[in-house]
Each structure stands twice: as structure tokens, then as C-alpha cells.
Antibody, heavy 119, light 106 residues
Framework: QVQLVESGGGVVQPGRSLRLSCAASGFTFSSYAIHWVRQAPGKGLEWVAVISSDGGKKYYADSVKGRFTLSRDNSKNTMYLQMSGLRDDDTAVYYC????????????WGRGTLVTVSS | EVVMTQSPATLSVSPGERATLSCRASQSVSTKLAWYQQKPGQAPRLLIYSASTRATGIPARFSGSGSGTEFTLTIDSLQSEDFAVYSCQQYNDKYTFGQGTKLEIK
């Protein structure tokens, strides 16, 4: 079955960097765009970024543009979110999610990894 | 940015009754609208896509309707496991989510 597993979360000081990973299984990873969505404590969902199936196209929310960078290694069925210049308001659970089809809804999600930005 | 507004923020309904949740887009998103269910400590679960198509394995008591800027999620004959937070998402112009409606037991 489809599985997405996030890792790499933790506590980090403001201004520092962190890299999240999303490991996939149960589907042809190289055929699907993968998204990151975050949820701050007690808040709604916020779309963060998406990387195309071949890694050639990347789009970011304005709130993270210039600070976060996506990449993927299709040989390892893994994508990465490099986060730099972290701010307090980046504190959230970060989910990776798979698109059901190109430019469509997200049919499978990971369980999330918590990032806490705090001094 | 397309802003998604859900109402009400909290909805109290008794088990066995019907719940109706609303989602409004700040501009037309055609039918590129999805609904998700989220329980505490869990990832979101896709319920409805293309405004009215149930995702795989979703019970028939869940239905979606609407197009353009006004959308509705209806849950008939509420079961105990249906009490959760429901979020809408548009994917017509990038991706944005509503702030969620908490469906609680009355």
C-alpha cells in the first residue's frame, strides 16, 4: 500500500537550517509530484511547496520562497525539504503528500514530522 | 491568492443527524475542490475531490456539491467516527486550504 514517511523534524533555533525527508513506497514514486503541507499548532493546513515528478519544476508558497528548497532522488524514492532562515512562524507539523493526478488533490499523506523553531 | 473560507467554525450535531458544511472561494475554482477529514494527531484523509467525487473507500453518507465559489460537504446519518475537523482545498490556482470546520458531538 502507499506509504509516505516524513523524518528530520526537531527543535531548531531561529535563523538555523533543517532538512526534512519524505520516503515513499507502494507506488511509482517517479511518476508523481509530491507536496509539503504544514499545520501550525491549533491552526489550519497551509500548502508549502511542490516538486514535479522529475524534479524539474518546483513551486513554493510566498511564505517560504527563497528560504526553503525542494529536491528529490527518484532512485531512492525520497524527496527533501531544505529549510533555512527558520522563523518562529515556521513551527508546525510538516506533512508530505502525493497528488492523485497532475494538479489535483492529495490522495495520500504521511503522518507528519514536527518542526519547532525556538530559542 | 485564492482565499478559502469555511463556515461555521464549529458545528454541533447529534449522532444520526445530518451535517452540512460550507466552503466559499474568493474567486471561481471551477470544480477543483477537495474535502479532507482530520482527526487529532492524524494526517488529513481525502474524502471528496472534483467537488463531488468520493475518494476510494469513502462511505456513501459523505457527499459534496457545488462549483465556482460555493461548495458544500454533507454527511448523512452521522456516525461517532465522523466527528473530526473538515477542511476544503482548492487546486485551481496553486493550492489553498480553508481554516477548517470542527464537527463536534451535540
Amino acid at each position: 500500500q502507499v506509504q509516505l514517511v516524513e523524518s528530520g523534524g526537531g527543535v531548531v533555533q531561529p535563523g538555523r537550517s533543517l532538512r526534512l525527508s519524505c520516503a515513499a513506497s507502494g507506488f511509482t514514486f517517479s511518476s508523481y509530484a509530491i507536496h509539503w503541507v504544514r499545520q501550525a499548532p491549533g491552526k489550519g493546513l497551509e500548502w508549502v511547496a511542490v516538486i514535479s515528478s522529475d524534479g524539474g519544476k518546483k513551486y513554493y508558497a510566498d511564505s517560504v520562497k527563497g528560504r526553503f528548497t525542494l529536491s528529490r532522488d527518484n532512485s531512492k524514492n525520497t524527496m527533501y525539504l531544505q529549510m533555512s532562515g527558520l522563523r518562529d512562524d515556521d513551527t508546525a507539523v510538516y506533512y508530505c503528500a502525493k497528488e492523485r493526478a497532475p494538479v489535483a488533490e492529495f490522495d495520500h499523506w504521511g503522518r507528519g514530522t514536527l518542526v519547532t523553531v525556538s530559542s | 491568492e485564492v482565499v478559502m473560507t469555511q463556515s461555521p467554525a464549529t458545528l454541533s450535531v447529534s449522532p444520526g443527524e445530518r451535517a452540512t458544511l460550507s466552503c466559499r472561494a474568493s474567486q471561481s475554482v471551477s470544480t477543483k475542490l477537495a474535502w479532507y477529514q482530520q482527526k487529532p494527531g492524524q494526517a488529513p484523509r481525502l474524502l471528496i475531490y472534483s467537488a463531488s467525487t468520493r475518494a476510494t473507500g469513502i462511505p456513501a453518507r459523505f457527499s459534496g456539491s457545488g462549483s465556482g465559489t460555493e461548495f458544500t460537504l454533507t454527511i448523512d446519518s452521522l456516525q461517532s467516527e465522523d466527528f473530526a475537523v473538515y477542511s476544503c482545498q482548492q487546486y485551481n490556482d496553486k493550492y489553498t486550504f480553508g481554516q477548517g470546520t470542527k464537527l463536534e458531538i451535540k
